[in-house]
């Protein structure tokens, strides 16, 4: 699948790692920089999402996750969702079958209003607005290997778990191109939304890419 990755925003916390190891399903291992782990909130546009095989078939979306960072048995690195709203009902479902991806429906929102970006989304079936608000800064380029925005950003597998299994898919891209970014509002109870405690201080890393394109690969059962 073909996938444009649009105004993403970047927030990013220290956790302990034995909290993050308690929410992992079996199999994985939480991924840790300088012994910290991180749990981040990421919302961003999706554009012209497309199956290989299908080029006419393309659609335009919000995203917005939290996610942390893991290992499996071998070692190799990669992403677990704890969520992923999106306003796209067919993707959603899409997600969840072929993926098996924990894809929730929301309503949500996106306008750009005087040099700011505005995103909004409210989960279906909740009355918790969540919003986030925020400027682009300077440019910071591509993130250094072995750097703490390495660590968070360039990942290219992903997991999930169905049906007793542990999958696994990897992820192309190029390195992202990052700014710092101004940031006067966001909501962190997308944590409590997914069962997690909710941070108590501002985020340790806040990160800004105006855009990324991207092929995800079929997902497979991690042996």
């Given at each position: 699948m073909f996938q444009g990755w649009?105004?993403?925003?970047?927030?990013?916390?220290?956790?302990d790692p034995e909290i993050v190891?308690?929410?992992?399903?079996?199999?994985?291992?939480?991924?840790?920089?300088?012994?910290?782990?991180?749990?981040?909130?990421?919302?961003?546009?999706m554009s012209r999402v497309r199956p290989a095989m299908l080029p006419l078939l393309s659609k335009n979306f919000l995203e917005l996750n939290l996610r942390t960072y893991v290992k499996d048995h071998r070692g190799a690195p990669g992403v677990w969702f704890y969520s992923l709203d999106a306003n796209d009902?067919?993707?959603?479902?899409?997600?969840?079958?072929?993926?098996?991806?924990?894809?929730?429906?929301?309503k949500m929102h996106v306008e750009d209003r005087d040099d700011e970006i505005r995103y909004s989304c409210r989960r279906c079936g909740s009355s918790t607005l969540l919003e986030y608000r925020f400027r682009p800064a300077e440019n910071?380029?591509?993130a250094k290997l072995g750097s703490l925005e390495f660590f968070l950003i360039e990942r290219y597998r992903l997991f999930a778990f169905r049906r007793g299994r542990l999958l696994t898919g990897r992820v192309y891209h190029p390195p992202y191109e990052?700014?710092?970014?101004?940031?006067?509002?966001?909501?962190?109870?997308?944590?409590?939304?997914?069962?997690?405690h909710s941070p108590s201080e501002p985020p340790n890393n806040v990160l800004y890419s105006p855009r990324v394109d991207v092929t995800v690969y079929p997902v497979e059962v991690v042996r």
């Open positions: 649009r105004r993403l925003l970047f927030l990013h916390w220290m956790v190891q308690h929410t992992l399903p079996r199999g994985l291992s939480v991924d840790t920089y300088d012994g910290m782990a991180w749990i981040g909130i990421v919302p961003f546009r009902p067919f993707a959603v479902w899409t997600a969840r079958l072929f993926f098996g991806l924990p894809y929730v429906h929301a910071t380029g591509k990052l700014r710092n970014a101004i940031v006067p509002k966001y909501d962190k109870d997308l944590f409590e939304l997914d069962g997690l």
